[in-house]
């Protein structure tokens, strides 16, 4: 009766939904005005609107016979689903074994939709608006990089100018003195501020004091807030002086200056926010400018984010020697930064280049460094450094002034000859300058007399002075007539990106897109628990003030996810997620690092607890007996983490699970348990089917009494379940792996596990197949996943609905260094000719495990041991393989160890990697560039495409990655150095750990019919709904938090649904971050800022059969009725940072983002 009455029902809806699809799309060619406009006559003008009407109505017709499709799907889905819950016996469907020994899962009984509007497909295709005039890709393919001796500028040009070319308009020179202090390299980040940074800083409010001319110019607010939590009031109002006067600007204003290759968006976002609310809580500032003088190469997505946080311009200096060459020579290296999806130039932010070799003094005043660091008045005789050209500088005096000032013009003149404007930044700085008062007076006494003399001397045409980086920005907008962030006259437009960076020769610093990669692996870990800890705790505060129970929750939990956020912000420095500082500074990183994770964890577990209590008046915080465990633990900083085993007796073991993703989930949830007799019930206390299977503690020995006990669990978007544990035995439900493990011919005990049927054999398996609803993937026999010499798969990947096979090999590869002097090191990538096959001494064991929820093949070798995993699910897990690579090269002696990826899609040398998690930007192997300078970095995903496949490579931590034959995906998975690479940290790499490296491979097919021509050239590419969903999932994994035992009765749990309606699938919630109260820094306001990015994606891919949920709106979202209990009291549209309000506070909150949009809004929640 149930059944009948279920397909009655959704029959009227797809009846409903035709008939108001045909409704409206009448509607719409009825109201049409142009319609009207002719009263009734119809000239050959209005025939051909009219035949675009009828075209538009077949469109319709189209889309909505699309619609009722999807909807006839689901009501056959859920007829097929509800069917076979009656023939099972509903509830707790069970899997079964087929004839020829494989699991099948029934579906649920409830049907999956994917509905997206059509219009949000038309923002992937591309075409609106003009093309910026430089385009990066099209740059890097022109260019000849030929490095050709330039002469003084080495790797330059000869500049000349006339004697009149300034006779109009004087030169206009802005000297910047700066300190770049990085926040740990060399000494830890505690070291330098007490040896180095504090003394800069004292000074400066000192020396600046002294002298109203004089400026100077900082960018790393970590450093900035410690000092400033050390000094007297006295000296806080000098500074809050000094900036409001302009002699002080905080560039950028970030926690650090961040690498922009290895670092996710969200983190760079975090950092960004935890600098600027510092500032404007503490200096009421509110930075203008953008200063990145170190990063090792520059991504659009920085750009984008100082934009959206309301700079209006930004710095560069790390750019490949060839590529400011030609911008030099083209009078380009000061450009309109522009996204590449940006049709209307709403992401433009004015960019200057620095044009010479490094921002140190020598290369900064002018082409010629042997003149230029003869006014670097630090390197005066008598002090620790001096030049290198062995001309020393000398103290400017009446005496000399004029022939110095002479010289020094020389240099100026000639640099401004490389940009459009007689304005000229020259920075004067370096790293930890500015330590001693001595350097103090020596550059700025020295430099006031040149200015003097300059500025005393009309014929020169020379106005020279101290300045800010904004007042030189300030003074070019003046010099061009255009509004602070307007283009000015003739300044080209760019798009793209600036890796991979050379600063000389062939020494391409691609090297630390993988250098320490347990730590960018760590990085990632940290970012997820932020992310989680700050929307549950901002969660459930808001509940309990809403409860008045906020006195009983530990708001104090603030403080630490302030020292959390500073944390995963100060490992975004360029020499912290790099992997390019000294060993000890290294290990200073990761001691913060799992600090914080540990903190992270019992803010999730102390708001997890309140929120799942049935009675919140019986919600008791207890920070010596927390309500609940965590779900892993770490021994330390360097160790992997270690899952809680659940000790099972006669009382129930309760779990709760959190979904950190912003959209509902069904995934497998494996929990370590003490006794094979495990029985587990829903929330509603249903039992569920488990997969039971041995907890192996390496590839022939398990680990004895312990069991990993597998569930699919559908959870809520941002929200918790609760799974209830009983000892005792279920043996309809509790349904055991079965186990293989192939010897291949070594003398290996294998311990044999209890409830779990296992075959050993000595030799190798046949060649074999996993398979779910979705895929089958085909392993060669002998070794799994790797092949006889050289380590090759013959894998394949057919997906189920088509009889064509995908071939997808798989081959460890090494790479040596070079002979020469110049190595691989934590930078750079030098290797010594092509990869070579990974050759192990001794065969793989292998071990094949089936069941019904996964199945996995395991192939053990000496340096990797790699596992590929394969989900029995609908929807998103299972639609992919599960790798994951445990990495140990201790043993390796300048090799890298990688891993390539072979298919037959006909890529054609072009390939896409992501930016920062944010976006994709299309590469193309160069030919004409060495090996290693066609590797980029690869923080989310890569992937390859022809016009019928796509193969998405998804990672869960920064690598590099390249494509070096047609159908290739490379990734380093890590690198061990014995040499320092000549970059100034004087060591190599030699501080490996055992990583797990883990990643997704992503099969996708065009849909038929979707025109896309692959490869077309574009700027653009954006992953596929599925693609983006298939990210999240690998990168925000459920955690399992056991209820801790404790006498009975237990208190009564419910799940926790946030969200009354699920977010469009193209959403992402980004953040909900709870700002600091105003007064009291380690407490929080009852306002949070709540951070929205829409993701652009390609609808040109397959979307059959995804058992997911899957809507768009067209960008719109009702935030009012979003939160489930809980009403937005407040809501205002926020620069990034929330430094700027974008609209007055509205009743309103209904929100409207464009495709790409990152958008910020201040807002209560109660």
């Given at each position: 009766m149930k059944l009948k009455k279920q397909v009655t029902v959704c029959g009227a809806a797809v009846f409903c939904v035709a008939v108001f699809s045909l409704y409206l799309m009448l509607d719409r060619v009825q109201h049409d005005p142009s319609r009207h406009q002719n009263g009734g006559n119809f000239p050959r003008s209005q025939i051909s609107v009219l035949q675009n009407r009828i075209e538009q109505l077949e469109q319709?017709?189209?889309?909505?016979?699309?619609?009722?499709?999807?909807?006839?799907?689901?009501?056959?889905?859920?007829?097929?689903?509800?069917?076979?819950?009656?023939?099972?016996?509903?509830?707790?469907?069970?899997?079964?074994?087929?004839?020829?020994?494989?699991?099948?899962?029934?579906?649920?009984?409830?049907?999956?939709?994917?509905?997206?509007?059509?219009?949000?497909?038309?923002?992937?295709?591309?075409?609106?608006?003009?093309?910026?005039?430089?385009?990066?890709?099209?740059?890097?393919?022109?260019?000849?990089?030929?490095?050709?001796?330039?002469?003084?500028?080495?790797?330059?040009?000869?500049?000349s100018y006339g004697p009149h070319d300034w006779d109009a308009e004087d030169l206009q020179v802005f000297v910047v003195p700066h300190s770049h202090n990085d926040p740990g390299w060399i000494k830890t980040f505690d070291k330098y501020y007490a040896e180095q940074t504090q003394h800069i800083l004292n000074s400066m409010v000192t020396k600046l004091q002294e002298d109203p001319r004089r400026r100077f110019l900082w960018a790393e607010v970590s450093f900035f807030a410690k000092w400033w939590d050390n000094i007297s009031a006295q000296k806080k109002a000098a500074v809050r002086r000094l900036v409001g006067s302009g002699q002080l600007e905080i560039a950028t204003g970030g926690w650090v200056m961040p690498d922009e290759a290895n670092s996710h968006y969200f983190a760079l976002i975090d950092q960004l926010i935890e600098g600027h609310q510092w500032l404007e809580k503490n200096l009421g500032v509110t930075p203008r400018s953008g200063w990145a003088v170190d990063p090792f190469g520059h991504s659009p997505t920085m750009a984008y984010l100082l934009r959206r946080a309301n700079l209006t311009s930004m710095l560069i200096q790390r750019v490949h020697y060839a590529i400011k060459k030609h911008f030099a020579a083209t009078h380009s290296l000061e450009f309109m930064w522009r996204q590449s999806w940006d049709a209307d130039s709403s992401t433009d932010i004015l960019c200057h280049m620095m044009p010479f070799y490094s921002y140190d003094v020598p290369h900064t005043c002018g082409p010629d460094p042997k003149i230029c660091c003869q006014f670097d008045f630090k390197r005066l005789p008598g002090g620790r450094i001096n030049c290198p050209w062995k001309v020393p500088p000398r103290a400017i005096t009446e005496a000399n002034v004029a022939e110095r000032a002479a010289l020094l013009l020389d240099q100026y003149r000639k640099k401004s000859r490389l940009f459009r404007t007689n304005v000229l930044l020259v920075p004067l700085g370096d790293d930890f300058r500015y330590d001693k008062p001595q350097e103090w007076d020596a550059q700025f006494l020295n430099y006031q007399r040149l200015f003097d003399f300059l500025n005393g001397q009309p014929d020169l045409h020379v106005q020279a002075q101290f300045g800010t980086?904004?007042?030189?920005?300030?003074?070019?907008?003046?010099?061009?007539?255009?509004?602070?962030?307007?283009?000015?006259?003739?300044?080209?437009?760019?798009?793209?990106?600036?890796?991979?960076?050379?600063?000389?020769?062939?020494?391409y610093w691609t090297g630390y897109y993988t250098s320490r990669p347990f730590y960018k692996s760590l990085d990632r870990v940290l970012e997820a628990h932020l992310r989680g800890?700050?929307?549950?705790?901002?969660?459930?505060?808001?509940?309990?003030?809403?409860?008045?129970?906020?006195?009983?929750?530990?708001?104090?939990?603030?403080?630490?996810?302030?020292?959390?956020?500073?944390?995963?912000?100060?490992?975004?420095?360029?020499?912290?997620?790099?992997?390019?500082?000294?060993?000890?500074?290294?290990?200073?990183?990761?001691?913060?690092?799992?600090?914080?994770?540990?903190?992270?964890?019992?803010?999730?577990?102390?708001?997890?607890h309140y929120l799942v209590l049935g009675d919140k008046e019986a919600y008791r915080f207890d920070p010596e007996a927390p309500f609940l465990q965590t779900d892993d633990t770490r021994l330390n900083h360097d160790a992997l983490p270690e899952p809680t085993l659940i000790q099972l007796d006669a009382s129930p073991r309760y779990v709760v699970l959190f979904n950190p993703l912003d959209q509902e989930r069904l995934s497998v949830v494996t929990l370590l348990v003490s006794s094979p007799r495990v029985r587990v019930l829903s929330d509603e206390g249903q039992p569920l089917a488990v997969q039971l299977s041995p907890h192996w503690r390496s590839a022939t020995d398990v680990v004895p009494e312990v069991y990993q006990v597998s569930v699919p669990v559908r959870l809520p978007a941002l929200g918790l379940g609760v799974l209830q544990l009983q000892a005792g035995l279920d043996a309809h439900r509790t349904l055991p792996s079965s186990v293989r493990v192939y010897l291949q011919g070594r003398k290996l005990a294998v311990s044999r596990p209890e409830a779990c049927p296992l075959r050993v054999s000595d030799s190798g398996p046949g060649d074999f197949a996993l398979s779910n609803r979705y895929l089958q993937a085909r392993f060669s026999g002998p070794s799994g996943l790797l092949k006889g010499q050289g380590c090759v798969s013959r894998q394949s990947v057919r997906r189920a609905d088509e009889e064509r096979e995908q071939r997808v090999d798989m081959q460890f590869l090494v790479y040596g260094t070079r002979t020469s002097k110049d190595k691989s090191g934590a930078y750079l990538f030098l290797p010594d000719g092509e990869a070579q096959p990974y050759v192990p001494k001794e065969p793989p064991v292998l071990r094949v495990t089936e069941g019904p929820f996964f199945s996995e093949v395991a192939a053990f070798y000496e340096h990797v041991h790699q596992v590929v995993r394969l989900y029995n699910l609908p929807g998103v897990e299972g639609l992919s393989l599960d790798v994951s690579s445990l990495v140990d090269i201790r043993d390796y002696v300048n090799k890298e160890l990688a891993l390539r990826i072979q298919t037959d899609i006909d890529s054609q040398g072009a390939f896409f990697t992501d930016l920062n998690g944010f976006q994709v930007q299309p590469r193309r192997y160069l030919r004409k560039l060495p090996l290693q300078a066609n590797f980029y970095p690869m923080p989310v995903m890569a992937y390859i495409q022809d016009a019928r496949d796509r193969l998405t490579l998804h990672t869960a931590q920064a690598l590099g990655v390249s494509s070096l034959g047609d159908g290739q995906l490379e990734v380093i998975l890590d690198r061990r150095l014995m040499q320092d690479d000549n970059r100034g940290l004087g060591q190599g790499l030699k501080d490996n750990k055992r990583t797990r490296n883990r990643f997704r491979l992503l099969l996708e097919r065009r849909a038929l019919g979707s025109g896309v021509r692959v490869p077309d050239g574009r700027s653009t590419s954006y992953p596929s709904l599925l693609s983006h969903l298939t990210s999240v999932y690998l990168n925000a994994p459920v955690l399992a938090l056991p209820v801790a035992t404790r006498q009975p009765p237990a208190p009564r749990l419910r799940p926790f649904q946030p969200l009354a309606s699920s977010l469009p699938c193209d959403f992402h919630l980004l953040n909900l971050r709870t700002l600091q109260a105003e007064d009291e820094p380690s407490l929080p306001s009852a306002e949070a800022a709540l951070i929205l990015h829409r993701k652009g994606f390609d609808c040109s891919l397959e979307a059959k059969n995804l058992g997911f949920n899957c809507t768009t709106s067209q960008g719109k979202v009702a935030l009012g009725s979003l939160f489930h209990g809980l009403d937005v009291g407040f809501l205002q549209p926020t620069s990034l940072t929330l430094l700027y309000p974008l609209a007055a506070p509205s009743n309103s909150t209904d929100v409207s983002l464009e495709p790409m949009e990152v958008a910020t809004f201040r807002l209560r929640l109660g």
């Open positions: 319709l017709l189209e889309e909505n016979h699309e619609i009722i499709s999807h909807i006839k799907e689901s009501v056959l889905e859920l007829t097929a689903n509800a069917a076979a819950a009656a023939a099972e016996g509903a509830p707790g469907l069970l899997p079964y074994h087929t004839a020829n020994g494989s699991w099948v899962v029934p579906p649920e009984p409830r049907p999956s939709f994917f509905s997206v509007s059509p219009q949000d497909c038309q923002f992937a295709l591309g075409g609106r608006g003009p093309k910026p005039g430089l385009q990066m890709q099209a740059v890097a393919e022109e260019l000849p990089f030929d490095n050709v001796d330039g002469g003084v500028w080495k790797q330059g040009f000869d500049i980086l904004s007042d030189y920005f300030d003074a070019l907008y003046k010099r061009t007539r255009v509004e602070p962030g307007a283009q000015p006259p003739g300044f080209p437009v760019l798009s793209g990106d600036f890796f991979s960076y050379a600063d000389r020769e062939d020494h800890a700050e929307i549950l705790y901002s969660l459930a505060a808001a509940h309990a003030r809403r409860s008045g129970l906020a006195s009983q929750y530990p708001l104090s939990n603030f403080a630490l996810l302030t020292e959390a956020r500073r944390t995963l912000g100060l490992f975004q420095h360029h020499d912290a997620i790099t992997g390019t500082a000294k060993e000890a500074v290294v290990v200073d990183y990761g001691v913060r690092l799992l600090r914080s994770l540990v903190s992270l964890k019992q803010v999730i577990v102390n708001a997890a």
